[in-house]
């Protein structure tokens, strides 16, 4: 497939939570999540909201971009133990409090990936194996582990939690 991307004609079929596809993951190399935030008109907005879109490819272990307000990365690494992808991919965005400068870092960096080869992506995928399996398992384990459930339910609820 020469396509660099996938989308879905019936969007009534794969919406809510039961209805994830699990093809459009693994017919993919990596997901670019744009969250609901972005722009941040008001400098004392607290960096680090962020919607479901990131648990999508983190249950389907799958290695993503994310386009969202600075210090999005900083905050699941930091606040949840999560791992992205540095170095390969220039995460260096995740830094830019600029929201025009931040989204052209990180269009710079899809554009890169959209123009590796199909053995360049496999080795991509490779390398990366390790981090999105880590970031899999350790979702998976908020149902075992109840503070930890209890404080991934607050964040997707909004609560800013210390």
Do not use: A
Not at 20 to 44: A, C, G, P, R
Not at 62 to 84: A, D, R
Request: proline share 3%.
């Amino acid at each position: 497939n020469t396509s660099k991307h996938i989308d879905v004609d019936d969007l009534i079929n794969i919406m809510g939570i039961g209805f994830e596809n699990k093809e459009m993951y693994l017919n993919t190399y990596i997901s670019l999540v744009t969250e609901s935030i972005f722009f941040q008109d008001d400098i004392n907005f607290p960096t680090g909201f962020l919607s479901e879109k990131i648990w999508k490819p983190i249950g389907h272990c799958h290695p993503f971009i994310l386009v969202g307000p600075s210090k999005s990365l900083k905050h699941i690494k930091n606040e949840y133990g999560y791992m992205t992808f540095h170095p390969y991919i220039d995460e260096s965005y995740d830094d830019i409090d600029d929201d025009y400068q931040r989204i052209k870092m990180i269009e710079l960096e899809i554009d890169k990936f959209s123009k590796k080869t199909k053995e360049e992506k496999v080795e991509f995928l490779n390398n990366v194996k390790d981090i999105c399996k880590f970031n899999q398992e350790k979702f998976l384990s908020y149902g075992y582990n109840t503070n930890e459930s209890i404080k991934i339910l607050k964040f997707l609820n909004g609560d800013i939690l210390k």
